[in-house]
């Protein structure tokens, strides 16, 4: 017999009917003469109950039908009397796929912490809560590419493996076939990498954006969407070494439609959320974070605050006079920490912040440089819980600012002769962001954790699975 989701069969109200599920035990209760298994097969985060009758199906047949087995059952759809439920099947036949030594696997019991649940990264999907966020993380991958494509832009594949470090921050995974062990060294001591794979240095992705603007330059409008890599030795509950980016560039447009696009896009993935992830957001909402699906519908009320970097260093200031103590300086030139973001977005707005106009040091080479020649036109948008969930800006179109930043910088400039063309053969505005996938999949799940939103985080001194 085919079988069904049980997300389907919980919908159905054919009672009477014989269908089959399968999927994972989460429990089996009982007495002497029935036994209830609550069954889950991932389509959905409810569970259908499947009752057996001992006088069908005698009881030591259920000896394997542990919590963690995997199981086929056939039987009638009916109406159920059970509280919280509107249907259940009554077996005819049971099946037994894989059984679940209840002496060692590890999700017995529910209420695992979440630190116990990372070390069983293979095992977690199983779980409520982990069921819920793969699932919300599909969606909002649908949503992305949704957006998108509604939009009229195209989905540009940039590679993963390059020679360019986009953000210039030295984070980068070297990627080579040399031997380790015996490595060829020229007259300085530099390592020779004429004779590794790709005849010179390279190493993983920080950011599809260089190549992303050679896609706007032809195109108009493109986003990548693929995993991105980053050697930042910095153990937060914010930071992964292998992440997802959803990077668009679009040709033409400044500074202010740059922004428009950034909150009509987050606002769409959110209300995407709300709409499609509507029993699953209820689950997290109910057992982690009260406030979450509240959180969620202000973000798409709100219009989201657009704040110079300047005036937002002013409001710091001003809030150290008036007694708050951070932990980090923030005087004019300094990157804002976490903190800071959050007490702009959390405590003195209580909304979104999109700031703007960074001084250039503390911004990559290549933002578009403000007539006051200390600013750069860079547009990033942070987050209630989060901080920083974005970070884009308006892109230097002029070939000679463009270089005279590249050479400030000591850029190596045998890597970049393709990125400059595009200034050097019909070069126009443009502009983009990046989104971290996982930083919005914080906000929308609620969860504390960027280790708990991804099926299998990499982290420093972490590669598991
Ligand atoms: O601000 P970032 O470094 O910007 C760029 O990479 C640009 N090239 C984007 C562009 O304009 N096309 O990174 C963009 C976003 C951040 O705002 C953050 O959400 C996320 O990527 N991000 C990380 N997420 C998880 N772990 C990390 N280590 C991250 N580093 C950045
Ligand atoms: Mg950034």
């Given at each position: 017999?085919k ?92 099946e ?62 940039t ?117 499609n ?22 973000v ?7 704040l ?55 911004k ?20 209630p ?28 400039m ?20 990046g989104?971290?996938f ?28």
């Open positions: 017999m079988r069904t989701e049980i997300k389907d069969a919980l919908q159905s109200t054919e009672y009477g009917k014989q269908i089959n599920v399968k999927g994972w035990v989460r429990s089996r209760r009982g007495n002497k003469n029935v036994s209830f298994i609550a069954l889950n097969d991932g389509s959905t985060i409810k569970n259908i109950q499947i009752v057996v009758d001992f006088e069908k199906i005698p009881e030591s047949d259920l000896q394997p039908v542990t919590t963690g087995s995997c199981i086929s059952a056939t039987g009638t759809l009916v109406e159920s009397m059970g509280k919280g439920q509107t249907v259940e099947i009554q077996a005819t036949e049971i037994v796929y894989g059984t679940a030594d209840p002496n060692t696997y590890p999700l017995q019991k529910k209420g695992h912490t979440m630190e116990y649940l990372r070390e069983i990264a293979h095992l977690r999907p199983r779980t409520n809560t982990f069921g819920a966020i793969l699932r919300i993380r599909h969606n909002m991958a649908i949503a992305i590419h949704t957006y998108f494509h509604q939009h009229g832009y195209f989905y540009f594949h590679p993963l493996i390059t020679a360019s470090d986009c953000e210039g921050a030295g984070q980068m995974f070297q990627v080579t076939t040399k031997n380790l062990y015996n490595l060829k060294k020229d007259e300085n001591g530099q390592i020779d990498y004429s004779d590794d794979f790709f005849g010179k240095m390279a190493a993983l992705t920080v950011s599809g954006q260089l190549e992303g603007e050679l896609g706007a330059m032809a195109l108009g409008k493109i986003y990548t969407f693929g995993p991105t890599f980053r050697a930042e030795n910095s153990n937060t509950p914010r930071h992964l070494a292998e992440f997802w980016m959803i990077e668009p560039e679009v040709a033409f447009i400044q500074k202010d439609e740059l922004m428009d696009i950034e909150e009509d896009f987050l606002k769409f993935c959110v209300k995407w959320a709300l709409d992830c509507h029993d699953d957001l209820q689950f997290l909402n109910d057992m982690f974070d009260k406030g979450l699906i509240d959180r969620l519908k202000s798409i009320d709100t219009e989201f605050v657009r110079p970097y300047t005036e937002g260093i002013n409001i710091l200031q001003e809030a150290i006079k008036n007694g708050k103590k951070f932990e980090f300086p923030c005087n004019w030139g300094d990157d804002l920490a976490s903190e800071h973001e959050r007490y702009l977005v959390e405590e003195h707005f209580g909304k979104p912040v999109i700031m703007t106009d960074y001084p250039k040091e503390i990559a080479f290549y933002m578009k440089l403000n007539e006051d020649n200390k600013t750069v036109q860079g547009t990033d948008v942070l987050f819980a989060i901080g920083e969930i974005i970070g884009g800006s308006v892109r230097e179109e002029d070939y000679d600012k463009l270089m005279a930043e590249i050479e400030r910088r000591q850029i190596p045998k890597d970049m002769w393709w990125y400059l063309d595009t200034r050097r053969y019909g070069s126009a505005p443009h502009a983009g962001f989104l971290g996982e930083r919005l999949m914080l906000f929308v799940t609620g969860m504390q954790n960027i280790r708990d939103v991804i099926p299998f985080p990499r982290t420093p001194k972490s590669a598991e699975f």
